[in-house]
Each structure stands twice: as structure tokens, then as C-alpha cells.
């Protein structure tokens, strides 16, 4: 893979940072993720996401939001909130979200 | 790996995401790794930190702190800034870091 860091954003934007734990991989679960990323990607506002998992830890995911009515309109998407749902019933042993208001950022890339 | 997503923080509070990409184990990281981890524990008002890394793909880190003096007391931390130089110099391909006031956060936790 050799996807890059996400730069260049201009403050403001918001980020929703999602961490998580589940089985490496249950059943149903990266069919719904691509559906989900494909569906946010409509989303107007919506600035980009990245995703990195440990195997057998941890996974973080972060999308980037122009404003917090972006970051809502995805959050209450109605194919997203099923997910969620089944995410809780099925998927996740615990996970924790954290939204954020980004005032300052930078990057690095080599030459 | 049984570490759960932290949780529970009461807003506000600030998160600094740190997206990169690197080889798998360049050298000397993990030691300096493991040395700038024990020193952030000391940093008054430092809340927590997570990582993820996907196996020759990103990796993200998640630092979180009560307030921007505490973000900053890290960012300016001489051993912090060395390694960061290092990094630079010696590990990174790219990174990006993104520093956001969390407005909101919720959690959910397997019974």
C-alpha cells in the first residue's frame, strides 16, 4: 500500500477520530466498509479519511470534515447508522470516537 | 494485543493526529519509540495516547491532552523535537499532523 498521509487541509476543518477493537475479520464486515466508503465519499463537505490497523489491536480511523454539518450529515446517514448498529451487535468489542475541531496542522514529505 | 480504546475524557480536551508513512523497523526506532512514550507520561496534563499501523501501510497515532499548553510543553519537549528531526531525516516518507480541540466524544464497550 502505498497510500500517502493526508496534507494541505486548511484549519478549520474537523476530524472524527474513531478507535477500535474487533476480531480481525468478521463476517460482513468489509463488504459494509466498502459500501461505507463509498457512500461518504458523496458526502458533501466530506475531505477525505485514513485508516490504519494493528493485526490483532488496535484499528484507528480518522475522516476529515469541512464543518461540523458535514460531519453530521454523515453521522445520521441512515445506511451508516445500521451500520453502527450492526457494528455494536456484531463487530466491536469496545471503540471510543472523538470529534475535533483541528486549528493547526502540518506535514512532512521527502524529497 | 488487548488494549482497549480510550474513553471516557471530558470534553474539552486536544487530540494531535499523527498519520505516517515509514519502512516496517528502521533503525533505532523502536528504541527511541519506546523512550519518547515513557517521557510523554510525564508531561503535566498529557491525557493518553493510541497507535495503529497497518503492516507496510499508515500508521496513526493519537495523542491526547487536557489543554494546548500541555500539547505544546510535548511539542517543544528538546528529546521529542530531536527524534522528530531524526525521523525526518532517517525514517519518515511522509506524515501529517493534525491538532484539534475535541468538541465531543462517546464511547461504547462490550458488556
Known sequence: MTQK??????????TAVFT?????????????????????GS????????SARTPGG????????????ALDAWRL?????AAKEHGRAHWYEA??????KVERSYGFERE
Chains 1, 2 share one sequence.
Open 58 to 69: 488496535l484499528g484507528i480511523t480518522v475522516a476529515y470534515f469541512r464543518d461540523l454539518e
Open 77 to 81: 446517514d441512515a445506511t451508516h447508522m
Open 43 to 50: 458526502v458533501p463537505g466530506f475531505l477525505g479519511y485514513e
Open 5 to 14: 498521509p493526508i496534507s494541505g487541509l486548511e484549519p478549520p476543518y474537523y
Open 95 to 100: 471503540y471510543s470516537c472523538h470529534i475535533g
Open 20 to 40: 477500535s477493537l474487533r476480531p480481525d475479520a468478521p463476517e460482513g464486515y468489509a463488504e459494509t466498509a466498502a459500501e461505507l466508503r463509498e457512500r461518504v
